[in-house]
């Protein structure tokens, strides 16, 4: 049996704690995304409204480019890097979906 798991095959208060804490870290992770993604589509709509095309290089979409997970997680600690590990294992093994 494995340190995170318990008399039953659950996970131990810290894994437990973890899990949590890496679904919070993972769900902002996403929600900074999407926010992003959001913004991009809301300045491809009003650029073609603006008759500009749709194809505008706009702030939006110049931070959506710029933004990386990678540099996002590369300033957590390592304790946080840990939680986050523990929700994307738990992520994937449900196939990758939301």
């Known amino acids: 049996m494995s340190e995170a798991e318990g008399e039953f095959g659950g996970l131990h208060e810290l894994g437990e704690a973890r899990l949590a804490e890496g679904r919070r870290l993972l769900a902002g992770l996403v929600s900074e995304r999407d926010a992003l993604a959001a913004a991009v ?3 491809m709509d009003e650029a073609e409204r603006n008759d500009e095309g749709p194809l505008v290089e706009g702030p939006a979409l110049r ?5 990386g997970e990678e540099d996002w ?3 957590l600690p390592a304790e ?6 523990f929700a994307l294992a738990e992520w994937l093994s449900a ?4």
């Open 73 to 75: 997680a590369a300033g």
């Open 80 to 85: 946080q890097a840990r939680c986050l590990l």
């Open 95 to 98: 196939g990758g979906e939301e």
């Open 63 to 67: 931070a959506l480019e710029d933004w």
């Open 41 to 43: 589509e809301t300045e």
